[in-house]
């Protein structure tokens, strides 16, 4: 990007969030701006004997306020792979990591109630549409919607992969996976954090189990209800032979085949419900790693005053002329032209110590503060969407128990009213 078409940041700045209220009050990029995917295409790349075949998803950025002046044009297309979300994605990730951030759709197919993949048109279609909800979800969140390699993913075709890979955010990643990796036992663990953390297993223990039973109860009512062929087809071909009772038979067996085909479009809108189910699935692990976050920072502050407290020590037995390892082994003391040398350079390092003890407080401190309010804001918002999904997915349910319960009714009717 040239420095002409530099993005110009929001005059509101996020740093003034302190409340959930602050939050939602905050300019976002989706107030100036509408995205959308609008459609996805499969592409081949390789040698004719040996292709690779992807899937392509093409963003489209409208702007709807005419004076706003953050992107370079009114409108723009610009095709993407699901590995360059996941770039933007794992971006985001280390370089916000006091944020929840907003989770990708599925990679893979998971708890899938028949046999599919990636390339399926249903698959593709369904992860087109969560793609366009995390770019929604990261265009209405304050802290994420102005970050200059956001805007870039969604004008920059050329060059975007190699400037955010100039960013750094890989030795970031890297550097963080290491230390995450360290398993973690804080002296003083924040109970609040702590609660929030196993909050999020909780949540990701119990989606999974939810949409592990919807995928096998599917399964079985898809199986039973596509049976109910094998009804119309034989009431059918009953009334060829039957003059009397034809009609009420065939008429009998249209209403099995319309139960085995209401099933298609129930098993339909039933993956769109799992796929905002499957969301605070990943948007758990997300809430789980910005607990981690804060854990980390936590450490590095116990470390601090660990490091504090050995010099403390370190510096007494100078004083006293025990800090050689002559005194050490032999019981004798330090020269005072050592000792004063010893104790001068520990009393550097110790008010060193006491500058990186008070950095690491107010890092935590400032980290706890965002933190809180994106919980909040994230509990506030999970509410809302799982209560709207799940009254969804009932309603569905009770729909088709109901039209199944008519179609029998129907052909009770059928068969009473036979001569």
Same mark, same amino acid.
């Given at each position: 990007? %040239?420095?002409?078409?530099?993005?110009?940041?929001?005059?509101?700045?996020?740093?003034?969030?302190? !409340?959930?209220?602050?939050?939602?009050?905050?300019?976002?990029?989706?107030?100036?701006?509408?995205?959308?995917?609008?459609?996805?295409?499969?592409?081949?790349?390789?040698?004719?004997?040996?292709?690779?075949?992807?899937?392509?998803?093409?963003?489209?950025?409208?702007?709807?306020?005419?004076?706003?002046?953050?992107?370079? %044009?009114?409108? #723009?297309?610009?095709?993407? /792979?699901?590995?360059?979300?996941?770039?933007?994605?794992?971006?985001?990730?280390?370089?916000?990591?006091?944020?929840?951030?907003?989770?990708?759709?599925?990679?893979?197919?998971?708890?899938?109630?028949?046999?599919?993949?990636?390339?399926?048109?249903?698959?593709?279609?369904?992860?087109?549409?969560?793609? $366009?909800?995390?770019?929604?979800?990261?265009?209405?969140?304050?802290?994420?919607?102005?970050?200059?390699?956001?805007? +870039?993913?969604?004008?920059?075709?050329?060059?975007?992969?190699? !400037?955010?890979?100039? %960013?750094?955010?890989?030795?970031?990643? *890297? +550097?963080?996976?290491? #230390?995450?990796?360290?398993?973690?036992?804080?002296?003083?663990?924040?109970?609040?954090?702590? %609660?929030?953390?196993?909050?999020?297993?909780?949540? *990701?223990?119990?989606?999974?189990?939810?949409?592990? !039973?919807?995928?096998?109860?599917?399964?079985? +009512?898809?199986?039973?209800?596509?049976?109910?062929?094998?009804?119309?087809?034989?009431?059918?071909?009953?009334?060829?032979?039957?003059?009397?009772?034809?009609?009420?038979?065939?008429?009998?067996?249209?209403?099995?085949?319309?139960?085995?085909?209401?099933?298609?479009?129930?098993?339909?809108?039933?993956?769109?419900?799992?796929?905002?189910?499957?969301?605070?699935?990943?948007?758990?692990?997300?809430?789980?790693?910005?607990?981690?976050?804060?854990?980390?920072?936590?450490?590095?502050?116990?470390?601090?005053?660990?490091?504090?407290?050995?010099?403390?020590?370190?510096?007494?037995?100078?004083?006293?002329?025990?800090?050689?390892?002559?005194?050490?082994?032999?019981?004798?003391?330090?020269?005072?032209?050592? /000792?004063?040398?010893? !104790?001068?350079?520990?009393?550097?390092?110790?008010?060193?110590?006491? $500058?990186?003890?008070?950095?690491?407080?107010?890092?935590?401190?400032?980290?706890?503060?965002?933190?809180?309010?994106?919980?909040?804001?994230?509990?506030?918002?999970?509410?809302?969407?799982?209560?709207? #999904?799940?009254?969804?997915?009932?309603?569905?349910?009770?729909?088709?128990?109901?039209?199944?319960?008519?179609?029998?009714?129907?052909?009770?009717?059928?068969?009473? +009213?036979?001569?």
């Amino acid at each position: 990007m %040239s420095k002409d078409n530099t993005p110009v940041k929001s005059p509101k700045s996020p740093k003034a969030i302190k !409340t959930v209220e602050d939050f939602e009050n905050q300019d976002t990029l989706l107030k100036h701006v509408d995205i959308t995917i609008v459609e996805s295409e499969k592409r081949a790349n390789g040698t004719l004997h040996v292709r690779d075949h992807y899937t392509v998803y093409l963003v489209d950025l409208k702007v709807t306020d005419p004076d706003y002046k953050l992107v370079q %044009s009114k409108i #723009s297309t610009i095709w993407r /792979r699901y590995t360059e979300f996941e770039q933007i994605h794992d971006y985001l990730q280390v370089t916000y990591p006091h944020v929840v951030i907003p989770p990708l759709p599925e990679k893979r197919v998971l708890y899938a109630w028949r046999k599919s993949d990636t390339t399926d048109p249903e698959f593709v279609e369904r992860r087109r549409a969560g793609l $366009e909800n995390f770019l929604l979800r990261v265009a209405s969140h304050p802290r994420l919607c102005f970050d200059d390699q956001f805007i +870039n993913f969604l004008q920059e075709e050329h060059g975007w992969r190699e !400037t955010i890979t100039d %960013s750094g955010y890989l030795l970031q990643a *890297e +550097n963080k996976i290491k #230390s995450l990796s360290v398993s973690i036992r804080l002296k003083k663990p924040d109970p609040e954090v702590e %609660s929030f953390k196993n909050y999020g297993k909780q949540l *990701e223990t119990n989606l999974g189990n939810f949409l592990y !039973t919807r995928s096998k109860i599917i399964e079985k +009512n898809y199986a039973l209800c596509k049976l109910h062929a094998n009804y119309g087809k034989l009431f059918s071909e009953w009334s060829v032979i039957e003059k009397e009772m034809g009609d009420g038979l065939q008429k009998a067996g249209h209403y099995f085949d319309s139960i085995a085909d209401s099933i298609d479009s129930v098993a339909e809108d039933e993956e769109q419900l799992a796929d905002q189910l499957k969301e605070y699935l990943f948007y758990a692990g997300a809430l789980q790693q910005l607990c981690s976050n804060h854990e980390a920072l936590q450490r590095n502050l116990e470390q601090a005053q660990d490091t504090l407290n050995n010099r403390l020590a370190e510096r007494t037995r100078a004083a006293a002329g025990k800090s050689g390892i002559m005194s050490r082994l032999f019981g004798t003391t330090d020269p005072d032209i050592v /000792r004063d040398q010893t !104790t001068r350079a520990l009393d550097a390092k110790i008010q060193a110590d006491n $500058e990186a003890i008070e950095k690491a407080k107010l890092d935590l401190e400032e980290f706890t503060k965002k933190v809180m309010v994106e919980i909040d804001h994230f509990q506030k918002q999970k509410d809302k969407d799982l209560h709207e #999904s799940l009254v969804n997915f009932i309603t569905l349910q009770v729909k088709a128990a109901k039209r199944n319960l008519q179609a029998w009714t129907q052909i009770k009717e059928c068969l009473q +009213n036979m001569p």
